[in-house]
């Protein structure tokens, strides 16, 4: 690993001490872990005007076996939360 020196505000060095202490984690694990998911989700490089076409103007796709329960298990797809039963009915 390198070490790197960081300056936080007061407020946010707080927060943050809080949050990984509510994780029981250091703060330097928690910032890392952060600082990990962020990249994740930026992704870094920007897709081209062509590949954004190609995906915009796709043919619809056709699942071959669709679930009847995707709207109620979204978070399960999305988020990997677990499926939610079907509501009864009286």
Do not use: F, I, W
């Amino acid at each position: 690993m390198h070490r790197t020196q960081l300056l936080l505000p007061p407020d946010l060095h707080r927060r943050a001490a809080e949050a990984a202490s509510a994780r029981r984690m250091s703060l330097g694990s928690l910032v890392r872990e952060v600082l990990g998911e962020y990249l994740a989700r930026a992704g870094g490089v920007q897709p081209s005007p062509e590949a954004v076409d190609e995906v915009l103007l796709a043919e619809p796709y056709e699942d071959p076996d669709p679930d009847p329960e995707l709207s109620t298990n979204v978070d399960h797809y999305l988020y990997g939360a677990p499926r939610r039963r079907p509501r009864r009915r009286r």
